[in-house]
């Protein structure tokens, strides 16, 4: 089933900018939706604490590079949206695995909604048909997932 | 951009059930569009003393061409596919066909299908087909479509 809620998982790179206008193309086609845009920041491990074997934080730094990030996209899609029953939101992730975060809030409040995602993203090997959070979001998502394809 | 066409392999799994539908949810959307089913009959590399009187010709030298039976069957998956497509489509601009193929490799012949189709082709397929074991997240053949397509894929999950 078709849903009216769209995931959109963006790092700013040419594959993502492609599932974000996707996105905002899709949502035009719909009657009203919602896209909700997500990035995810991945804490960084704090070295020099033995107490706890694994400390999730991430910098003030990290945390304003990925809303700068959030609202660039968000406004990407806006520009692109010609249905006036279309809303955009944004919303800032933190895990370990970018994979589970996105799944998890596709999954979100009961309903599954449509996750648009590049082929692959800033990380791992140029060239890659696949990066590795599309390909464990493909695997492990319940709900429908649309991957953008860019070639190099 | 908005895709024009649609390409949905099926093989009547649960999964590519799903993703008829999701098909037909997309077409009535959107208004324009058609949507082309294909059921993939896989063919074997020959070997002699496979050749039987059932064998209706050879699509290249090297592979066996399928039974009437297994082509009869496939036509079977498709008509019953364009049925219940045209069950959930609701506009006049949304055109259904069907196609056989028969390839050495289902997924290349879908890739490839898509590359025809043109630019503005969205392949939509479920996340596993009738192949392969249970409970197996991704089948073979959806894998190597996402990988080896030039177009976007939507994968459409379902147990």
């Given at each position: 089933?078709?849903?009216?809620?769209?995931?959109?998982?963006t790092?700013?790179?040419?594959?993502?900018?492609?599932?974000?206008?996707?996105?905002?193309?899709?949502?035009?086609?719909?009657?009203?939706?919602?896209?909700?845009?997500?990035?995810?920041?991945?804490?960084r491990?704090?070295m020099?604490?033995?107490?706890?074997?694994?400390?999730?934080?991430?910098s003030?730094?990290?945390?304003?590079?990925?809303?700068t990030?959030?609202?660039?996209?968000?406004?990407r899609?806006?520009?692109?949206l010609?249905?006036p029953?279309?809303?955009?939101y944004?919303?800032?992730?933190e895990?370990?695995s970018?994979?589970?975060?996105?799944?998890?809030?596709?999954?979100?409040?009961?309903?599954?909604?449509?996750i648009?995602?590049g082929n692959?993203?800033?990380g791992?090997l140029?060239g890659?048909?696949?990066?590795?959070?599309?390909?464990?979001?493909?695997?492990?998502?319940?709900?429908?997932?649309?991957?953008?394809?860019?070639?190099? | 951009?908005i895709?024009?066409?649609?390409?949905v392999?099926?093989?009547?799994?649960?999964?590519?059930?799903?993703?008829?539908a999701?098909?037909?949810?997309?077409?009535?959307?959107v208004?324009?569009?058609?949507?082309t089913?294909?059921?993939?009959?896989?063919?074997?590399?020959?070997?002699?003393?496979?050749?039987?009187?059932n064998?209706?010709?050879?699509?290249e030298?090297?592979?066996l061409?399928c039974?009437?039976?297994?082509?009869?069957?496939?036509q079977?998956?498709?008509?019953?596919?364009?049925?219940?497509?045209?069950?959930?489509v609701?506009s006049?601009?949304v055109?259904?066909v069907?196609?056989?193929?028969?390839?050495p490799?289902?997924a290349?012949?879908i890739?490839?299908?898509?590359?025809?189709?043109?630019?503005?082709?969205l392949?939509?397929?479920?996340n596993?087909?009738l192949?392969?074991?249970?409970?197996?997240?991704?089948?073979?053949v959806?894998?190597q479509v996402?990988?080896?397509s030039?177009?976007?894929?939507?994968?459409?999950?379902a147990?």
């Open positions: 089933m078709l849903s009216s809620k769209i995931l959109v998982a790092d700013g790179s040419a594959p993502a900018r492609v599932a974000e206008e996707t996105a905002a193309l899709i949502c035009n086609s719909l009657e009203d939706c919602q896209i909700e845009v997500v990035t995810v920041i991945q804490p491990r704090r020099y604490v033995k107490t706890t074997p694994y400390s999730p934080e991430s003030d730094e990290d945390v304003k590079r990925a809303r990030l959030l609202s660039e996209a968000a406004d899609i806006r520009a692109k010609t249905n029953r279309a809303t955009v944004e919303q800032l992730l895990d370990t970018p994979a589970a975060a996105i799944i998890r809030e596709a999954n979100a409040a009961d309903s599954c909604r449509l648009v995602i692959r993203g800033l791992g140029a890659l048909a696949l990066g590795s959070v599309s390909t464990q979001v493909l695997h492990a998502s319940k709900c429908p997932v649309l991957l953008v394809k860019v070639q190099e | 951009m895709p024009s066409n649609i390409l392999p099926t093989d009547g799994s649960n999964p590519a059930m799903a993703a008829e999701m098909a037909a949810d997309l077409a009535n959307a208004g324009q569009m058609e949507i089913v294909v059921n993939v009959i896989p063919l074997t590399c020959m070997s002699e003393f496979l050749v039987s009187e064998v209706v010709r050879i699509k030298f090297d592979y061409a039974s009437l039976e297994e082509q009869k069957n496939a079977a998956v498709v008509d019953a596919a364009i049925k219940r497509i045209q069950n959930i609701k006049d601009s055109t259904v069907g196609k056989v193929l028969e390839a490799s289902p290349q012949a890739v490839d299908k898509a590359r025809e189709k043109g630019d503005r082709t392949i939509v397929l479920g596993r087909g192949g392969g074991f249970g409970s197996l997240a991704l089948g073979s959806s894998t996402l990988h080896g030039h177009g976007p894929v939507l994968v459409v999950k147990d």
